[in-house]
């Protein structure tokens, strides 16, 4: 759906959207990306800008929004689990997690990062493989020094979950098929 200014959401066909997840104004959704049901991503204030890149998941109920003049960039293989909220401006990197009701807000994520369920994330860049547990608030530098590595667990955990909803748009491009 269009915003005021005009701008229409750029979807790749290979991509699954959900019939009721919401998707309006500067929105470029890649390759092999799943929006499951009552996501809704929303670029409809002046100059907010939102990209999801090849083989995201954006699970039920996640909520990406860009305020005026903001972007939201989310990097290829990310999993956003049900209820999260990403708000821009925001960049998260290659293979991150973030966990059910979890909040990221004006940061950066690279690489693999694990945001556990209920944490918030503000103002902060989380640099590769970092794991914030559930329930932990990140606000500050020394937050972030603090925080563990991801462990093989939790790396074993997020590729399953990338790789399951892989398959569901698959499994869903099928059905749309048939």
Request: hydrophobic share 40%; glycine share 10%; with cysteine.
């Amino acid at each position: 759906m269009k915003n005021p200014a005009g701008d229409k959401p750029q979807i790749d066909e290979s991509a699954w959207i959900a019939d009721s997840a919401v998707v309006m104004g500067n929105v470029r959704i890649e390759a092999d990306v799943l929006v499951a049901p009552n996501a809704v991503i929303r670029a409809d204030e002046p100059g907010a800008s939102i990209v999801i890149g090849k083989g995201c998941n954006i699970q039920d109920n996640v909520v990406l929004h860009g305020v005026e003049g903001s972007k939201v960039v989310i990097d290829e293989g990310t999993s956003l689990a049900h209820g999260c909220i990403v708000h821009g401006p925001c960049q998260l990197g290659k293979r991150c997690f973030i966990g059910f009701g979890a909040v990221v807000f004006d940061s950066v994520l690279e690489d693999d990062v694990v945001i556990l369920h209920n944490a918030t994330v503000q103002g902060v860049r989380l640099p590769v493989s970092k794991s914030v547990p559930v329930g932990h608030t990140v606000l500050s530098e020394k937050d972030v020094t603090e925080l563990p590595l991801v462990d093989q667990g939790l790396m074993d955990f997020k590729q399953k979950v990338s790789s399951v909803n892989l398959d569901l748009v698959e499994g869903y491009r099928k059905m749309d098929r048939a």
